[in-house]
């Protein structure tokens, strides 16, 4: 007998569970934030909204359905199941979160403060849900398929992420390493910069757009065009490259096509990579390390 379907709540704790957890009480948060010229009321009240929005879909949960939470700090130790339907309850981040531990469920984006989230990803209010979730399992539901990125080392490990992969060092030092394209005819470039970031079509509305941006955006790097979230195509920048010597800055920005890949080798004593900005989910890579970067077989299935 199958398994009755499982909806997965993933939420983040509050910024107002935070100040109360850090300062103890409710008024220590607020003396402190007074302190600052805050009014807490602020916070509680999107803590307020929040909570009602995580009732409101859990009301929604079908009764044969089975049902549980994840926080975003326990994604990384949380086993997904085929049989789920993932219900991100927040922020468009937090759909990036947890996309990189999926493996095709579907995924619902519930935004809890609108206007105030841009609502990218987490496209549907709390009150949809109920129509939504069963939805989410019906033949014909229209599901977008949005690339995703993922680097590969030579030692197995593997980063998947939705928005982009950043590869330098940790901190603030700079990254040395060997710089290569699949399509280039072996030719590789020796570089020293604060890292690459290779990005998604939906990562061009974050970190990878503002890089695009600065680099005069269509009009600059040979009127480079970022991808849409369903192309598959991503782009990848080198950021601030350094000129020496040693060091070239000849490969600096560029399109990888489906299939396509950029190898890098590691030139330093230890270069790190991470997805979608959580650093403490990296994979750690040392001289003479390999590890390419390309879009991943996996895609994000969002709802609506």
Not at 63 to 91: I, K
Not at 155 to 182: F, K, M, P, S, V
Not at 258 to 279: N, P
């Amino acid at each position: 007998m199958s398994l009755a379907p499982r909806a997965v709540l993933v939420h983040r704790t509050t910024e107002y569970e935070e100040l109360v957890a850090r300062h103890g009480t409710h008024g220590q948060a607020a003396f402190f934030l007074s302190s600052r010229g805050r009014d807490i009321e602020e916070v509680a009240d999107r803590h307020r909204r929040t909570r009602h929005a995580l009732a409101e879909v859990t009301a929604a949960i079908p009764l044969t359905w089975r049902q549980t939470r994840v926080e975003r700090a326990d994604l990384d130790r949380f086993l997904f199941a085929p049989e789920d339907v993932v219900v991100v309850v927040g922020q468009d981040g937090l759909v990036a979160n947890a996309a990189k531990y999926l493996a095709g469920q579907p995924v619902v984006g519930i935004d809890t403060d609108p206007g105030r989230n841009p609502g990218v990803l987490v496209r549907h209010r709390p009150a949809d849900a109920r129509l939504l979730l069963p939805a989410a399992l019906a033949a014909g539901t229209g599901m977008a398929e949005l690339t995703m990125v993922e680097a590969v080392a030579d030692d197995t490990q593997r980063l998947l992420a939705l928005n982009e992969i950043y590869l330098g060092a940790a901190g603030h030092q700079t990254a040395r390493y060997r710089l290569g394209l699949d399509d280039d005819g072996g030719a590789v470039e020796a570089q020293a910069s604060s890292g690459v970031l290779v990005g998604t079509g939906t990562g061009a509305t974050g970190w990878i757009r503002s890089v695009w941006q600065e680099r005069g955006g269509g009009s600059g790097d040979a009127g480079l065009r970022l991808p849409g979230p369903t192309e598959d195509r991503l782009v990848w920048f080198v950021r601030e490259a350094w000129p020496s010597p040693a060091t070239g800055t000849s490969l600096v920005a560029g399109e990888l096509p489906a299939g396509g890949g950029l190898t890098l080798t590691v030139e330093s004593e230890r270069l790190i990579a991470f997805g979608d900005g959580i650093e403490s989910d990296a994979v750690e890579l040392t001289w003479g390390q390999r590890v390419r970067v390309g879009q991943a077989e996996a895609a994000l299935r969002l709802v609506g």
